[in-house]
């Protein structure tokens, strides 16, 4: 367990995922923008669902860089980091199921995200989020639910159009399961914890 502390805390590496972050952040957003080309504008905060959570996430190593903890920032990471990661990885192996084909974007979009979902709770003895920052990320996730399969601007995905009922239910559930794992690893009493400075 030492190692891996010293591995996650070390300052080099926090640089270089930093930048790894704000890299796939930049290019979620710019994967993005035909969708969000013809989108109402009140909407866009809530469309790029991946890059919002990698900015999340961004934000919180930038601030772990400057030896500062942002509960709020770490609260919004941990929940939509292991959503969104694990959503994606879900929606892609659906598609593989239903066409039988995956292209080699579908693989690297596997990937990403599910290294999207491991971090962010690899870093959770690191956070310092309080119960109301879990609130908060907590009512982020599930608003989130309603403006993409009640206003319909969940992420493109063609091939699954035809199962947006079951997609939303197991969505919602999801977003249940990764408050409920920010709360046993950042707020629970017991919980592990871990310093940077």
């Not at 919004?76 to 694990?86: D, E, H, N, Q, R």
């Not at 309080?130 to 601007?153: C, G, S």
């Not at 009922?165 to 977003?175: A, D, M, N, Q, V």
Request: net charge positive; charged share 10%; glycine share 6%.
């Amino acid at each position: 367990m030492q190692y891996v502390y010293w591995f996650l805390a070390n300052r080099k590496f926090l640089l270089l995922l930093f930048v790894i972050n704000l890299v796939g952040t930049i290019y979620g957003y710019i994967w993005y923008a035909p969708q969000l080309a013809r989108t109402d504008w009140f909407f866009w905060p809530f469309v790029p669902d991946s890059p919002t959570a990698s900015l999340f996430f961004t934000i919180v190593l930038l601030g772990f860089l400057w030896r500062k903890s942002w509960g709020l920032m770490e609260a919004l990471a941990i929940v939509t980091l292991f959503k969104y990661g694990i959503w994606a990885v879900v929606m892609n192996g659906l598609v593989w199921k239903v066409t039988g084909y995956l292209p080699w974007e579908g693989y690297m979009l596997m990937a990403s995200h599910l290294g999207m979902a491991v971090q962010g709770l690899l870093y959770s003895p690191f956070y310092r989020i309080k119960p109301w920052h879990l609130a908060v990320a907590a009512l982020w996730a599930l608003h989130n639910e309603i403006i993409d399969y009640v206003f319909m601007q969940y992420p493109v995905y063609s091939q699954l159009n035809l199962y947006i009922k079951e997609i939303g239910y197991f969505t919602f559930w999801l977003s249940v399961l990764s408050i409920f794992l920010a709360w046993y690893l950042t707020v629970r009493e017991k919980r592990v914890k871990w310093t940077l400075y």
